[in-house]
């Protein structure tokens, strides 16, 4: 079974800074999707950013942008210019390539990031 | 357009009763799954209902069942409430099953259990 791991459970930045969020993952499958997902208070999960396992680039979407590390398995994301509406929990996630219960989304634990003006 | 859409917003009920949780998705979608979301933890996969037919089950016990209608909404049913279930549950859509399609969150149900 397929794990992720977000081993830091908060984080803090200071307005118009850079931050980086860790994730790390365990998978014996070759091929795989990885997201970020924004749950501001509000509740609403929000996909921030995309990662597909077969692909060397790395995604960025704006402000964000990840770091995929495929042979430590690792999918960090980093934050640019930090704005007050980046203010949220994270959620880092993982899906096979597969149909079915094994096209679930698997979810880490999340970090809750702060953002000080 | 509207997004998905959840009902209700929240939810008390006490030890042994049952509760349906609703779900309406984007429009022209067709795939729904639910997930549990307790405090402090990430979302763990309880459904997928993908063209009215379950097309996967999270290890959930057997209190917890689902449907999918022919307009694509879905339902969610725990049977015999525990404390533990208690928490968010989360409705996702998506055009089609598969892990290529992004899956839309809706805002979720809270349920408490007394």
């Known amino acids: 079974a397929q794990t992720v791991t977000q081993s830091q459970p908060e984080m803090s930045v200071q307005e118009a800074e850079t931050v980086t969020l860790s994730c790390t993952y365990d998978?014996?499958?070759?091929?795989?999707?990885l997201f970020w997902y924004k749950q501001p208070p509000s509740r609403q999960m929000i996909l921030v950013i995309r990662?597909?396992?077969?692909?060397?680039q790395n995604a960025t979407e704006n402000r964000f942008s990840v770091n995929f590390q495929k042979a430590a398995k690792s999918f960090s994301l980093k934050i640019s210019d930090s704005q007050l509406g980046d203010a949220a929990m994270y959620f880092c996630?993982?899906?096979?390539?597969?149909?079915?219960?094994?096209?679930?989304?698997?979810f880490g634990k999340g970090i809750t990031l702060s953002v000080r003006p | 357009d509207a997004g998905v859409t959840q009902s209700p917003t929240h939810l008390i009920k006490t030890r042994g009763q049952h509760v349906t949780l609703r779900c309406s998705p984007i429009?022209?979608?067709?795939?729904v799954s639910w997930y549990q979301q307790v405090l402090g933890q990430g979302p763990q996969f309880i459904f997928q209902?993908?063209?009215?037919?379950?097309?996967g089950r999270g290890n959930f016990p057997d209190r917890f069942s689902a449907r999918q209608f022919p307009n694509y909404s879905s339902e969610l049913n725990v049977n015999a409430l525990l404390l533990g279930d208690s928490a968010l549950y989360l409705c996702?859509?998506?055009?089609?099953?598969?892990?290529?399609?992004?899956?839309?969150f809706g805002p979720g149900t809270r349920l408490t259990v007394l």
């Open positions: 996630a993982y899906r096979s390539p597969f149909t079915g219960a094994n096209s679930k989304l698997t």
């Open positions: 998978t014996s499958e070759s091929d795989y999707y």
């Open positions: 209902y993908y063209e009215k037919e379950e097309r």
């Open positions: 429009s022209g979608h067709k795939s």
């Open positions: 990662q597909e396992a077969y692909k060397q």
């Open positions: 996702a859509s998506s055009l089609r099953q598969g892990p290529y399609n992004e899956q839309f």
